[in-house]
């Protein structure tokens, strides 16, 4: 009879750990099935509760996992991300285990006893043992996950194998095979249950007698691409130097540096095939998988069946699937986003952490993980080399190369040739000066729109602002009209003629007249995409314009849809905000519009410069990169920032050695390190109380500067009041006392964003 005892279970929720009663000698980081009011869920176990609360205890229903089925080091580095972050070990194995792969409790250990044997004897030990060895590959598991229907990511290929055609087949596999020659030896899976007519249990005895092969592949075929992805380039001898400079022998971090085209993806293939051949495993983090189909095309080309994916648009059964081919050891290279940096990948011998100057591998919800920060730990844990790589590297990278903690590779060369576009200012003080009045447009700007529609050619135009008009003002009293519930003014979105907050997502028809003094004077300030996609369509009538922006781009795949039409030539002049920036290749664009370069540094953030920078290089480096020589106009009001002027240089150095000395004299990162707390309430007091008090308990930390509470930049969102309170220091370790000495508990009233990439909104 097992013997129950309290026991504290996390669950990945807003709440403090609660106690059950669970079996005694259940080791601390085992996931169990609990029932809470709300139903039944995974929670993970803490430890045995040494002062239980004096209730009627419920207990478990189920242990779920056997053994931790996360590898040690990634175990390990939960841990420290757990600590760091200050938040539960439940919500990090929530980014990186599905509730749904659970192990087989009948899986048969190797003296042949099933699991379930060892849960009844409550073996824990035992059991640990056999994971440990499970995790070390002395005992593979084929059978230990639940497969059942699951189908994973991508699509099922299947191939001739060099097994010569035997003399008698049943007359369905000779359809099988017949269809498979036809179409060059290999076909998707459903395509030939179709064509050849037959059920999936001829192709399963086909492959038993070695006939064929099936494998699973990346769903590229609804990109439609035609380029032949398996090319092999020689390197050249910058990217050859480069690659002998990583040492793949041991931890190291290093930063390659080089403009969009200087073939570092192809020194991360040439690195990657090294590692795999060393049997070991590749990790590689990208943004954002939508906007990267180029890549996974190169890497399924170069390493065919090898390559599982992670990201945010995958199903729940997908990211099962997944994860089980990683447990199992099928599926060398992880390609993710964001959360990847915690995939249950085992023996990584590299990892890649592409565009690492990226905003979106930091999380902005709990738990706010910085998937680059992360990947150098865990580098470190797993004693591999982890390559960041970028054409304008985030000024913390930047500044860690300069210091000699990452070694720098520089590439400078484009070896497939193009050259990077002219780029000039238009100097919209100017404009205003000659035309009385604001200007959206420059004249040199539609004349060279004008131009590039003559020669058939693509133009890109970006503002970084949705909707039709900024916001709504009175003429009368002068007041904007704003959200109800948020501090925010509603924007005005004229095709589905609503005022709309962009926080919360309150929406109301336009009044007649003003809420706060009843004129009739209403009117727009400050243009959007949708007014310039309007404005742009009256003045070329013929001109095919697609708009592209969160509005237009809510439904799954409508973002990759639309930037596929311009890809393919069916779209003549492109308008969005900043997600036109990365991402894929338009061969006839030559020119780009930036409507107003200073709207990002309009915002009192210390990194405001900084991602100025970034998204106007990026933006600039659209134009011309095939045969075509491109051009850029930048149209600002301040064109002697130094963000841009050295956009307009394209010279990150330059950029990098301005904006250094204001970070090191203002005491920002690079140089300190920043935690920014955050707490809300009904009303202001509510909201300021627990930090005052936390505050008083952060005082006595040396080396510790504590700013505010203060209100948050928007000081109310969804009625809700927001005060902040922002911890500086030196180093991280201040930052690092202060979590031990005020634990934030789940569920309170204060959230932690340690590292913020901004003062918050
Ligand atoms: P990045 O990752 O720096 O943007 P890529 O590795 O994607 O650059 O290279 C840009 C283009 O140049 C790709 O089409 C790539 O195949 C090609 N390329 C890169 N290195 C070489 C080389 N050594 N020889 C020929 N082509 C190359
Ligand atoms: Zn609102």
Known sequence: MTRLVPTRIELARPLPPLTYLAPEGIPAGLRVKVKLRTGSLVGVVLGPDPAPPQVKLRPIEAVVDPFPLLPPKLRALLEFAGNYYGCGLPHLMALCLPAGVQADWETPSPDGRPFSDFREANDWLALEALGQAWHEGRWPLPGLFHRRSLRGAGVTEVRRTSQPHPLKVTPTQARV???????????????????????????????????????????????????SPARHVILNEEQQRAFAAVDLTKFGAYLLYGVTGSGKTEIYLELAEMVLAQGRRVLWLVPEIGLTPRLLVRLEGRFPGQVAVGHAGLNMTEKQADVMRLLNDEAPIFVGVRNAVLAPLRNIGLIVVDEEQESSYKSEEHPRIHARDLAIKRAQLEDCPVILGSATPSLESWHAAQSGRYRLLKLTQRPAGSTLP??????????????????????????ALQETLEQGQQSMLLLNRRGFENFWMCRACGKPLDCPHCAISLTYHKGSYRLRCHLCGFEAAPPEV??????????GVGEGTEQIEDQLQARFPTARILRLDRDTTQRRGSLEAGLLAAEHGEVDILVGTQMLAKGHTFPKLTLVGILNADMGLKISDFRAAERTFHLLTQVAGRAGRAELPGRVLLQTYSPDHPAIIHAVAQNFEAFAEEELPYRQGMAYPPFAALSLYRSEGDTPEDALAPLQSLKARLQAIAGLRILGPLEAPIPKVKDRYRMQLILKAWTRAPLSEALCVAPLPPGGAITLDRDPQSFGV
Do not use: M, W
Not at 192 to 200: D, F, M, Q, S
Not at 514 to 523: I, K
């Open 177 to 227: 095979l017949s269809v498979l020659e036809e179409g060059g030896g290999a076909a998707r899976e459903e395509d030939l249950l179709a064509n050849a007519k037959v059920g999936v249990s001829v192709l399963a005895t086909l492959e038993r007698n070695g006939l064929i092969e099936r494998v699973r592949r990346l769903d590229l075929l609804s990109q439609k691409r035609e380029e």
């Open 422 to 447: 002219t780029v000039k200012i238009v100097d919209l003080r100017e404009c205003y000066k000659t035309e009385r009045k604001k200007v959206v447009f420059s004249p040199l700007l539609l004349k």
């Open 514 to 523: 003003c809420p706060a003094c009843g004129a009739e004077h209403l009117r």
